[in-house]
């Protein structure tokens, strides 16, 4: 079931329901209303024929003339009184029943009380229906009176059509109104609904998404063009890694390709090669696999955000976490690094932050000749790690934290460059901000701020 249809039904319910709530309590109030007038006018009736400010049917006879009654008596009620051994002796009309609550009211002793009582009753005379009132008189025996309902019947039954007319008539305008409300709620759902059918069609997720109302709708819109925009930011990335990753790893393939091709031929030649040469291709094989590993690890950073953007931040001290950093390359590497460090709070990720600092001195370390020594400097929240190798050209350095891109200079030397990109990325999940400039050295400063914590 559509939602629309599900509108419909629902305005349709409640419009039903109350008019059935309405109706009944007014069908309800209506027919306690009228017995009660009913029952009014016949204890009334038969007060006035006790008291005798009207005729009382005594010696008229058990049953009305064929030419109608000769008393005046009206003709809206039939009064009839009996003896104390309960025979009926007068009667406006047609004879009424001797009922058992009728003959309670007969068998009562005469005093003076006897006026007070009095029992209704409903009974059928011919097949219509009457209301009948008895009462225990004075001077014992009994006066009844009895009305016929069948108008008080027919006035309920049509009040009771005409309030199914209108259940009827206000169900179906709710419904028209639930169906309209419901056209106009649901036409941004099913515009909606087109742009995912198109997006699922044809994966374009340029699509324009109309944002046209304020309100949820308009919010669920809103949400689904930020959804498809993020989508298609990320497929360009995801394309642009698959490009730039293709074409990085395709110059270490071709070497090794070609290295290897190189000692299968030297293999199968009958010619000698020296150790020397051997060790040389050999080497150059181990260079290139050792080159694709750790672009492969970097990619694998990439592609799966392995720094985890969810990872929780805390209070870390970033002077430690620089200062581990520098101890287990200095182990790694037997490479001495100066380090200069304030104590300096933040927010952060140790595991994330330490990775950010370990591609810096790697990246200077990579660049830096083995005689000059790598400087790391942690003060008022930056990190900047300083090296004395070729630097970084000034039209390079707003380039340099992309991934793979990598400075015309540096080209021949061996690196993925991500690892720059890797540190951007982590950097950015901090709130900081990375930079590139030339060290006092004219080698390369590169490094991160980050936003300190006070106290």
């Known amino acids: 079931m559509t939602l629309r249809s599900r509108l419909v039904l629902l305005f349709g319910l409640v419009a039903l329901s109350v008019s059935a709530v309405v109706g009944a309590s007014s069908y309800r109030a209506t027919s306690s209303e009228v017995a009660a007038s009913t029952d009014e006018f016949l204890e009334e009736r038969a007060a006035d024929v006790?008291?005798?400010?009207?005729?009382?049917?005594?010696?008229?006879?058990?049953?009305?003339?064929?030419?109608?009654?000769?008393?005046?008596?009206?003709?809206?009620?039939?009064?009839?009184?009996?003896?104390?051994?309960?025979?009926?002796?007068?009667?406006?009309g047609g004879e009424l029943p001797i009922t058992d609550a009728a003959q309670r009211m007969i068998d009562l002793k005469p005093n003076g009380n006897r006026r007070a009582s009095g029992v209704f009753e409903d009974i059928t005379i011919e097949g219509e229906s009457y209301r009948m009132y008895t009462q225990a008189?004075?001077?014992?025996?009994?006066?009844?009176?009895?009305?016929?309902?069948?108008?008080?019947?027919?006035?309920?039954?049509?009040?009771?059509?005409?309030?199914?007319?209108?259940?009827?008539?206000?169900?179906?305008?709710?419904?028209?109104?639930?169906?309209?409300?419901?056209?106009?709620?649901?036409?941004?759902?099913?515009?909606?609904?087109?742009?995912?059918?198109?997006?699922?069609?044809?994966?374009?997720?340029?699509v324009d998404v109309p944002v046209e109302r304020s309100d949820e709708i308009g919010t669920l819109a809103a949400s689904m063009r930020t959804m498809l925009e993020a989508l298609e930011t990320s497929r360009e990335q995801q394309q642009r890694l698959v490009q730039d990753a293709s074409h990085e790893l395709r110059t270490p393939l071709t070497s090794l390709r070609v290295n290897v091709e190189m000692l299968d031929r030297i293999e199968r030649s009958t010619a000698e090669i020296s150790a020397e040469d051997r060790a040389a291709v050999l080497d150059a094989i181990a260079s290139e696999v050792?080159?694709?590993?750790?672009?492969?690890?970097?990619?694998?950073?990439?592609?799966?955000?392995?720094?985890?953007?969810?990872?929780?931040?805390?209070?870390?001290?970033?002077?430690?976490?620089?200062?581990?950093?520098?101890?287990?390359?200095?182990?790694?590497?037997?490479?001495?690094?100066?380090?200069?460090?304030?104590?300096?709070?933040?927010?952060?990720?140790?595991?994330?932050?330490?990775?950010?600092?370990?591609?810096?001195?790697?990246?200077?370390?990579?660049?830096?000749?083995?005689d000059e020594p790598i400087e790391v400097v942690v003060r008022d929240g930056f990190v900047a790690v300083r090296d004395g190798g070729p630097g970084i050209p000034a039209a390079d350095r707003e380039r340099v934290f992309d991934r793979f891109h990598r400075a015309e200079t540096t080209r021949s030397m061996p690196g993925s460059g991500l690892g720059l990109a890797i540190v951007a990325k982590i950097v950015d999940h901090h709130g900081g901000e990375v930079w590139a400039a030339e060290s006092d050295r004219s080698g390369a400063d590169v490094g991160f701020t980050l936003p300190v914590v006070s106290g």
């Open 290 to 370: 050792a080159e694709l590993g750790s672009l492969f690890d970097e990619l694998i950073d990439l592609a799966t955000d392995s720094d985890d953007r969810e990872a929780p931040l805390e209070l870390v001290r970033l002077d430690e976490i620089v200062t581990r950093a520098v101890a287990r390359w200095e182990q790694r590497t037997d490479r001495p690094i100066a380090v200069t460090v304030e104590a300096v709070t933040v927010n952060g990720n140790e595991a994330m932050l330490e990775r950010a600092v370990t591609n810096l001195i790697g990246n200077a370390h990579k660049f830096s000749p083995p």
């Open 50 to 92: 006790a008291d005798g400010n009207r005729e009382s049917p005594v010696g008229r006879g058990g049953r009305r003339d064929n030419g109608g009654p000769d008393l005046p008596f009206d003709p809206d009620a039939i009064v009839q009184t009996t003896t104390r051994q309960g025979e009926v002796n007068g009667t406006s």
């Open 137 to 206: 008189l004075p001077g014992g025996g009994a006066i009844q009176v009895a009305r016929s309902t069948a108008e008080d019947d027919d006035l309920l039954q049509s009040l009771l059509s005409r309030f199914g007319v209108i259940a009827l008539v206000a169900t179906a305008a709710a419904s028209l109104i639930g169906w309209g409300l419901a056209r106009r709620t649901t036409r941004p759902l099913r515009r909606l609904a087109d742009v995912a059918a198109t997006v699922a069609d044809t994966g374009d997720f340029s």
